[in-house]
């Protein structure tokens, strides 16, 4: 255990190098940060000057010792547009962006589960056919055009939801939270329910079939001839087996939803890191976007690592319990 | 009873006691909210419009292009080179400090260090104060647009952002990192700012001591958030979310325009649209017959009305209507038979190949532009490579002119018809910052005399007649290939009053915005 936390951390440490040095040399080719920052009619000398005192001037080596010098003692720079160090105002959005991961994740888990394994059990039911069919074409139709349909239906015609931002929050403990007000909680359904939709179709389908292996394997057959009602069956037995992967998928399906809440975020102008990145790319504002990219980076390099050793831990629990069924 | 009230009502309005409207309460959506808070930081449409709020200039431009005065009461030329301006005695700051002729000194000293402002004043030499309530701004040659450099004068409260905080100057203007003025704010402006979450909303409230007590608007609270997504601030004035929207996409107009209790205002815009010709990377350009038969080959006419679904004007020059410069028989000359005619007699009857960038979202429906130019170029043999670009890698290019025809929109800082000549088609000079953004390297000596002297010409008409000269021997030359001029729009509840508030420049005065 220890020695595989050791490994991990130093497989780690490359990986995030190697970001860092990826996220660091993409800059160059972003744009001219200048441009954002000065009025059109200012003229060339004007903006050398401003080149200068932001060190863009200096060579390749030069910037990224100076950069690597400030980050591992936690620096990463200030924002061009927020005039905040990156790392702090990431931290800041960042509450909205889990927030909203947090608010879709429940529906997934909410929705998929018992629809999954409904259509397990009834395979022929008019219903499942229903459900496979719908999450289908979920999985064909892109996040953006989900969010701008639910978006015309709930907010234009009906009404009943707002269309942009996250509307009144709380502050607990620093925390800004719209899960306690009622505004909060309206504002959270559509851009939810959108990101939701990308990974439902899949995790429906990953429901299914992980409970249609379980259903015709050994012990749910010996126990469906033991006797056992057959909703003990299903869902003392079946459905606490197929639990195992939806965790591994799960897992590595979090990371990218943080990728996906990019575009969720922008069209619902939600106040997330996704949105503030794509923003950052717009304004050139380069030490936002590495830092957001060695964030992300760091992201996916975590749940991975804490997936690994889940899966370790539960492991042999599901082989000790696959025996005594 | 009816009759009564209208009557009462005249009677009221006759003795200027009108029922002053409830006060109100509005959110207003733009595609972005001002970077900072320092009106000095940066020239910008969103800073400006932030001025506007938060603080008066000396004079302001009308509808049409003419002044008002604002803290400025009166103005008078002395001579060629001095002006003066009488100010207001009833002012006040957002901090309770009245305003004087020191503070409208001190800031045109802050204007001076400005890298985004100092270009704009300086034709001048200083600003001085006569006496408490005098100021007479001094040139070092005749210079005829004072009034307009005026417009960009918005007094800050000197001794408000005089002194120090946690040791650095209260009044530097920085770029990049945090100063003082970026987040706090003294102006005499309509409005304060009660709260600003940068990238989610300002909250603006009404200014208790405004000195404009005329002015007919009755906003309390004006929330004003960014929503960067054409679909979604829609979406969020139909659904009744926001009160206000600017910018509104050409392909929304009809929506918007439809929809009940809701209005569609908008106003033609001065920001021109055009193509370079660039004749130092693309022999063919030097040839005038080349160049104008690129110029009758376009259809402005079928880019205004396909592409941008009517929101724009044609445009044959530089120079809007409104503008001393504008010409009013040079309009666009589409004519393929004459664009076919002069390629032949130029040589070049079997076409030849032409680089093209433009960025892809910078302008309204660019992309779009640059392609329909590229397939109605090719109606006359010209074969073109178009790449279209974000334009944070546009600028780049361009700064290089890395094509043969680059886009490039113009909006005059000083809504004068000189300014477009300075950057656009004086002959480039890295000396004097002229021609700047000229990337047809078009040169022609006549052309910089003629803006040269209208820039040292304080006869209204003789300035105007000089401009007019310019535009006509950019339209003879075929200087560059003008499209239209951006209209703009805005999306707005009924109840809401935006025509008297909103011009050509965006910078709706929202202090006058009357809500029923």
New interface residues.
Partial sequence: MFTFLVKRLFQALIVMFVISLVAFAIQDNLGDPLREMVGQSVSEEERQVLRDELGLNDPYLTKYTRFITNAVQGDLGDSYFFKRPAAEVILDKLQATLELVFGAAIIIVVVSIPLGVYSAIHPKNILTKVIMAFSSIGISVPVFLTAIILMYIFSIELGWLPSYGRGETVNILGWHSGFFTKDGLLHLVLPCVSLASIMLPLFIRLVRSEMLEALSSEYVKFATAKGLAMNKVYYQHALKNTMLPLLTVGGVQIGTMVAYTILTETVFQWPGTGFLFLEAINRVDTPLITAYVIFVGLIFVVTNTIVDLLYGVINPTVNITGKGA | MKFLKSKLTIALLATGLSFSAAAADITV?YDSDP?TLDPHE???GGVLQMSHMLFDPLVRFTKDFDFEARIAEKWERVNETTFRFTLRKDVKFHSGNALTADDVVWTFERLKTS??FK??FAPYSELKKVDDYTVEIISSEPYPLVLQTATYIFPMDSKFYSGEMDGKDKSSI?????SFA?TNVSGTGPFVVTSR????KVVYERFADYWDTNSPGNVDKLTL?????N???L??L????VDLINPVAPNDHKRVKSTKGIELTTVSGTRLISFHMNQNSNEALRDVRVRQAIVHAINNDGIVKRIMKGFATTAGQQSPEGYVGHVESLVPRYDLKKAKQLMKEAGYEKGFNLSMMAPN?RYVNDAQIAQATASMLSKIGIKVDLKTM???????EF?KCSADMMMIG?HS?TEDSANFSE?LTMTRD?ET?KG??NCGYYANPKVDQLVNQANAETDPAKRSEMLKEVEKILYNEAAFVPLHWQDLAWGAKSNLQVDPIVNALNFPYFGDLVVK
């Avoid at chain 2, 979450?197 to 989610?200: D, I, L, N, R, T």
């Fill in positions: 959506a970077v940066q020239l910008s890298g985004d270009g704009i920085v770029k990049h990192g945090n970026s979450e940068q990238g989610v958030v960014p929503i960067k997504e679909a979604t601030r979406a969020a139909l659904s009744g979310g979202n974000p334009k944070a890698q546009y600028w780049p700064d113009w800082d950057f890295a910052g700047a953004y």
